[in-house]
């Protein structure tokens, strides 16, 4: 029995406790160089332009038909310098009419590129939606209120122009 070495649990106790003091110190000096208050965000700061090419990319104008529609689009948005953008739809049925830029700070909604109005204001907006990625969807938020959150939009249906019946073309007359 004499010639077993003696386990002890001391210098593997103090390799732990460098450890978890290492980390601990490591962990004050990042607070330490953190000013601002702990639970305010800055909303405008993260863009959502990643998520709104996301969403272009793999649900609104998927596929090989909609390719030149798609790359016009992207183009655009990778132009803008804006944080947050939206998408309008024509209606529930998400089909994609316009995207928009979006500015919190002044809560004001100009059209990038597409067919709809030049601006949004809050009375036309009809429903509010945020794209899931992992579910490549969109999914109506329960609010009225516009928000850096939103990916989406949709307008009242009488804002929308209806269809103009097409007029007839004039024939000239043989003489």
Not at 60 to 86: F, M, R, T
Not at 102 to 121: F, R, W
């Amino acid at each position: 029995m004499e010639s077993l070495p003696i386990l002890s649990r001391n210098p593997s106790r103090n390799t732990e406790r460098d450890w978890e003091n290492a980390s601990t110190a490591s962990s004050i000096a990042s607070v330490a160089e953190y000013t601002g208050p702990k639970l305010f965000k800055e909303p405008s700061s993260k863009s959502n332009k990643p998520i709104i090419h996301n969403a272009i990319s793999h649900c609104c104008l998927a596929g090989k038909v909609n390719e030149p529609h798609k790359n016009s689009i992207l183009e655009e948005l990778e132009k803008c310098d804006a944080n947050h953008y939206i998408i309008l739809f024509r209606d529930a049925g998400c089909q994609f009419r316009a995207l928009y830029c979006y500015y919190p700070d002044t809560e004001e909604i100009y059209k990038l590129t597409g067919t709809g109005p030049k601006s949004i204001t809050k009375k036309m907006i009809d429903k509010l939606y945020k794209y899931s990625s992992d579910r490549k969807q969109f999914n109506v938020i329960p609010a009225k209120t516009m928000s850096v959150s939103v990916d989406a939009l949709t307008i009242h249906n009488h804002l929308w122009q209806a269809k103009r019946p097409a007029v007839p073309k004039k024939t000239q007359t043989r003489k």
